[in-house]
């Protein structure tokens, strides 16, 4: 490899360093010092740029016993200096430590995020060297440290408002649906169910989407209190805005204006009556062509499609105001700060209870279960064999038991401990990981690969900036084949979504992305056995349904 005197990265080195990475972010530094060039796939062309790249990609930290070791350890000296270093960066986002490469080689690296435009090159470059002389100081020789352009976002989508109206004639009747999804349409019917992984959002912020992320019991806090209530689990920012809103607890207060939670937010529904009222259109007129070319056989099913889609459309308009979506009421969110869970580690509290109303499921409360949808179990199969080369010598998969496109959780939860030191490894680079899946309003179906190593993630809160928090996180990023090009985990939307693994047991709820243009390279996402930790010692004694 040829080594050359440290100097600026290349205008095209710069751009295309990270070619590959969802949100292709730039390049500002690296401590290593071989001379980058545009890697091409075999072939007969000669172009340059990105026609006949190799395409980059992020993976799972891999087998590092002692990195591992010392980095997860919230209070070890590493991670300490590291942090202190990285802050000579003024707007940087994220730490991760995550293997990255193409063409299935693959390198472990100390991965530095700042916002564009906030750091020279001067800068980084020493930063980078600090961090990488750092990691040689602890024994790790192994592991070079790059700076990239990169913000951190919740993961929520749209604009806070729209100009939905709230009339008189507003129906109340509406239920969400508790029977079996069927095609077509079967994406717009799930978003009216009582599935996991809908569409959610607050009445009066009726634009600003997330995700419904599982449902949990909670009972009474006296044994003769009756039934468990229901509630779902989201993220905070997803019903409250801490830019606008402000950070402090919300406690339902009978003596208050309420919050009420909708089901699916405005754009979206508006955009599924315009698909229906398109869908019937073409199909009545594909029916029409075929019908007068004798095609009898094949004018009937365009026929039923027609009339599949118009009667959709007909049961859900009376629902166009998203007052008349109401599913259910704000009841807790704690302050949205960092809290510490012991051995000195510090993460984001940023999770709410929604408690369901009466009369607004088609199903009893106590009926409900933690069902994702996942579309048909063909495009399960699909996805898992799509990406097997990146995700083989895991556990083969097991078949999930797919019933009316959905999958039903175990009411299992992934140890903490499972999550960052798995006991399975895969054959890509020898690497411990966890192979698990999620279901976003956004996002939809996708799978990833968990890393074993902590992020350090930077959050800002505030328009002005005068509150600031570190989170450890758990970093996801999707899997992907050595020739494709990394799609991302996670999409604006998705917050609040469910990620579990391939036995189906819950893992944790996704809270934000990091990259740029709201493409996310990497996703963050809280464990949920933390997650239900804290909402007990918080006076809600919940389980999984």
Same mark, same amino acid.
């Given at each position: 490899?040829?080594? +050359? $005197?440290?100097?600026?990265?290349?205008?095209?080195?710069?751009?295309?360093?990270?070619?590959?990475?969802?949100?292709?972010?730039?390049? !500002?530094?690296?401590?290593?010092?071989?001379?980058?060039?545009?890697?091409?796939?075999?072939?007969?062309?000669?172009?340059?740029?990105?026609?006949?790249?190799?395409?980059?990609?992020?993976?799972?930290?891999?087998?590092?016993?002692?990195?591992? +070791?010392?980095?997860?350890?919230?209070?070890?000296?590493?991670?300490?200096?590291?942090?202190?270093?990285?802050?000579?960066?003024?707007?940087?986002?994220?730490?991760?430590?995550?293997?990255?490469?193409?063409?299935?080689?693959?390198?472990?690296?100390?991965?530095?995020?700042?916002?564009?435009?906030?750091?020279?090159?001067?800068?980084?470059?020493?930063?980078?060297?600090?961090? *990488?002389?750092?990691?040689?100081?602890?024994? =790790?020789?192994?592991?070079?440290?790059?700076? %990239?352009?990169?913000?951190?976002?919740?993961?929520?989508?749209?604009?806070?408002?729209?100009?939905?109206?709230?009339?008189?004639?507003?129906?109340?009747?509406?239920?969400?649906?508790?029977?079996?999804?069927?095609?077509?349409?079967?994406?717009?019917?799930?978003?009216?169910?009582?599935?996991?992984?809908?569409?959610?959002?607050? *009445?009066?912020?009726?634009?600003?989407?997330?995700?419904?992320?599982?449902?949990?019991?909670?009972?009474?806090?006296?044994?003769?209190?009756?039934?468990?209530?229901?509630?779902?689990?989201?993220?905070?920012? !997803?019903? =409250?805005?801490?830019?606008?809103?402000?950070? $402090?607890?919300?406690?339902?207060?009978?003596?208050?204006?309420? /919050?009420?939670?909708?089901?699916?937010?405005?754009?979206?529904?508006?955009?599924?009556?315009? %698909?229906?009222?398109?869908?019937?259109? +073409?199909?009545?007129?594909?029916?029409?062509?075929?019908?007068?070319?004798?095609?009898?056989?094949?004018?009937?099913?365009?026929?039923?499609? @027609?009339?599949?889609?118009?009667?959709?459309?007909?049961?859900?308009?009376?629902?166009?105001?998203?007052?008349?979506?109401?599913?259910?009421?704000?009841?807790?969110?704690?302050?949205?700060?960092?809290?510490?869970?012991?051995?000195?580690?510090?993460?984001?509290?940023?999770?709410?209870?929604?408690?369901?109303?009466?009369?607004?499921? $088609? @199903?009893?409360?106590? @009926?409900?279960?933690? /069902?994702?949808?996942?579309?048909?179990?063909?495009? &399960?199969?699909?996805?898992?064999?799509?990406?097997?080369?990146?995700?083989?010598?895991?556990?083969?998969?097991?078949?999930?038991?797919?019933?009316?496109?959905?999958?039903?959780?175990?009411?299992?939860?992934?140890?903490?401990?499972? =999550? &960052?030191?798995?006991?399975?490894?895969?054959?890509?680079?020898?690497?411990?990981?966890?192979? !698990?899946?999620?279901?976003?309003?956004?996002?939809?179906?996708?799978?990833?690969?968990?890393?074993?190593?902590?992020?350090?993630?930077?959050?800002?809160?505030?328009?002005?900036?005068?509150?600031?928090?570190?989170?450890?996180?758990?970093?996801?990023?999707?899997?992907?084949?050595?020739?494709?090009? $990394?799609?991302? &985990?996670? *999409?604006?939307?998705?917050?609040?979504?469910? =990620?579990?693994?391939?036995?189906?047991?819950?893992?944790?709820? !996704?809270?934000?992305?990091?990259?740029?243009?709201?493409?996310?390279?990497?996703?963050? @996402?809280?464990?949920?056995?933390?997650?239900?930790?804290?909402? %007990?010692?918080?006076? &809600?004694?919940?389980?999984?349904?």
């Amino acid at each position: 490899m040829t080594m +050359q $005197q440290p100097a600026p990265p290349s205008a095209e080195e710069s751009e295309l360093y990270y070619y590959g990475l969802p949100s292709c972010p730039r390049l !500002v530094a690296r401590s290593s010092t071989h001379i980058w060039q545009n890697p091409q796939m075999p072939g007969f062309t000669t172009f340059t740029g990105t026609l006949n790249m190799y395409p980059k990609s992020l993976r799972p930290a891999g087998r590092h016993p002692l990195l591992h +070791q010392l980095w997860n350890n919230a209070t070890s000296s590493l991670r300490v200096q590291i942090v202190e270093a990285v802050s000579a960066a003024s707007d940087w986002t994220a730490i991760d430590i995550l293997r990255v490469g193409l063409n299935k080689e693959f390198y472990p690296t100390l991965l530095l995020a700042v916002k564009p435009d906030s750091l020279s090159w001067s800068r980084g470059h020493a930063i980078a060297l600090r961090c *990488k002389a750092i990691l040689e100081d602890h024994g =790790i020789h192994d592991v070079h440290c790059e700076i %990239r352009e990169s913000v951190v976002t919740l993961c929520t989508g749209g604009p806070s408002t729209t100009d939905s109206a709230t009339e008189d004639s507003t129906p109340n009747d509406f239920q969400l649906s508790s029977m079996p999804i069927t095609t077509p349409n079967a994406a717009i019917r799930a978003d009216l169910s009582d599935c996991l992984g809908t569409k959610i959002a607050m *009445k009066d912020m009726d634009g600003r989407a997330g995700t419904k992320g599982l449902y949990l019991a909670l009972s009474p806090s006296s044994p003769s209190g009756g039934e468990p209530r229901i509630v779902v689990l989201t993220c905070r920012h !997803v019903v =409250i805005d801490p830019k606008t809103e402000g950070l $402090q607890t919300y406690s339902r207060q009978a003596s208050e204006p309420l /919050k009420e939670v909708i089901q699916v937010d405005q754009p979206a529904f508006e955009e599924m009556l315009e %698909r229906l009222e398109c869908a019937t259109t +073409q199909h009545r007129n594909a029916a029409d062509r075929l019908s007068e070319q004798g095609k009898t056989d094949s004018a009937a099913i365009y026929s039923h499609l @027609a009339d599949s889609s118009k009667a959709l459309l007909e049961a859900i308009k009376p629902y166009e105001a998203s007052s008349s979506r109401v599913f259910g009421q704000l009841l807790y969110a704690p302050e949205f700060n960092s809290t510490s869970s012991g051995h000195g580690a510090t993460w984001l509290r940023d999770w709410a209870l929604i408690e369901l109303l009466p009369g607004r499921h $088609q @199903a009893q409360h106590s @009926a409900l279960k933690n /069902k994702v949808f996942v579309e048909a179990l063909e495009t &399960f199969l699909f996805l898992v064999e799509n990406n097997r080369k990146g995700w083989k010598g895991l556990p083969e998969p097991l078949e999930p038991i797919v019933e009316n496109c959905t999958v039903e959780l175990q009411q299992v939860v992934v140890p903490m401990g499972e =999550i &960052f030191s798995p006991v399975h490894f895969a054959e890509y680079v020898d690497e411990p990981a966890i192979l !698990v899946a999620k279901y976003g309003a956004r996002g939809g179906l996708t799978l990833g690969l968990g890393n074993t190593l902590k992020s350090v993630v930077r959050h800002t809160e505030t328009l002005d900036g005068d509150r600031e928090s570190m989170s450890e996180e758990w970093a996801i990023t999707s899997v992907s084949r050595a020739t494709d090009r $990394q799609a991302a &985990f996670s *999409k604006k939307g998705d917050s609040g979504s469910c =990620i579990w693994d391939m036995a189906q047991r819950v893992a944790g709820i !996704v809270m934000a992305g990091g990259g740029i243009n709201g493409v996310n390279d990497v996703t963050y @996402a809280q464990p949920v056995e933390r997650l239900l930790a804290d909402i %007990r010692a918080h006076g &809600f004694n919940v389980s999984l349904v």
